[in-house]
């Protein structure tokens, strides 16, 4: 796709963020009033996790424009990592709203308090319906971005949470069950902090410059000292720009000077780091062996 044709639908996915942000501010206020007037402790932490939707989806939009600058004298490699370092602020703060949630949901079983069930069912399932929408606008932009798959796990757990505030003013209903609210806002917490937990890792990864969890570096330097005319691979280093490109640096042990054979040599080690291992970006350091000793 051409930087022409991609930049309209950029810009479109922009749009979409904007209105995003937008119905969760709005669904905010509407949340805390409904739960302040019901009473109900899982309508205000899911007005809670709207809120920090909204801050997130802004901190995404906001990398994920700077991620799209071009590279320059300064940044080298380009602003990719932006989206990474939106993605690590997003992914800690749904972990930390999710302790926040635990911990009010344990000062609500020391301390119970009546519920309006009617009220919560109502605004939860005004709730219900935006956060689907929301995450609609989200789901086919998530893609192989970090930073939008989180934003996209924040939209889905804005859904489950409304769904399961709904199921709990229900349960008072019909029950006179009060209860259910607490466990609500405890589901609500779990759900957060799981999935934080589970994408939070792979960007501090990414951050810190490890090798991809799908690589062996040993198997990469045996795979490429098996090409005819390496005598030894050594000094490798592998990581990850970011999430679509892998970078490789290594010296090259070869027995011939002949530059010509040392051309072949090093178009068959990029061959094989492309095709074996996805890695389409390495610098190549050739030494000889007459050199060595």
């Known amino acids: 796709m051409t930087v022409a044709s991609e930049a309209p639908r950029q810009a479109t996915g922009d749009r979409a963020l904007v209105v995003a942000i937008c119905v969760n501010v709005l669904l905010t206020v509407v949340q805390i009033v409904g739960g302040v007037l019901s009473g109900s402790l899982s ?57 926040f949630l635990i911990s009010e949901g344990i000062q609500r079983l020391i301390s119970p308090a009546d519920v309006d069930g009617w009220t919560v069912v109502g605004v939860a399932g005004v709730a219900l319906v935006v956060d689907l929408a929301t995450a609609a606008l989200t789901y086919r932009r998530r893609g192989h971005s970090l930073n939008i798959r989180a934003i996209f796990v924040n939209n889905a757990a804005d859904a489950a949470g409304s769904l399961a505030v709904i ?49 062996d570096i040993h198997s990469v330097t045996d795979d490429l000292a098996a090409i005819d005319g390496v005598i030894d691979v050594h000094d490798m280093h592998i990581w990850e720009i970011d999430e679509r490109h892998r970078s490789l640096e290594a010296h090259v042990v070869i027995a011939s000077r002949d530059i010509g054979r040392m051309e072949t040599i090093k178009q068959a080690l990029k061959q094989r780091l492309a095709g074996n291992f996805d890695i389409t970006h390495s610098t190549l350091e050739f030494e000889f062996a007459d050199d060595r000793e």
Request: proline share 3%; glycine share 8%; no cysteine.
């Open 43 to 99: 309508l205000i932490a899911d007005a809670a996790h709207n809120l920090s939707d909204a801050a997130a989806i802004a901190v995404a939009l906001i990398a994920q424009r700077i991620g799209r600058a071009p590279a320059d004298l300064d940044h080298t490699y380009g602003h990719g990592r932006a989206e990474l370092i939106g993605a690590f602020v997003n992914l800690t703060w749904l972990m930390l709203l999710g302790l």
């Open 167 to 215: 199921v709990a003013g229900t349960l008072i209903l019909l029950y006179d069950w009060h209860l259910a609210d607490t466990i609500a806002t405890f589901g609500i917490a779990a759900y957060l902090m799981i999935q934080g937990a589970i994408m939070l890792p792979r960007t501090i990864d990414i951050l810190m410059q490890r090798v991809p969890t799908d690589l």
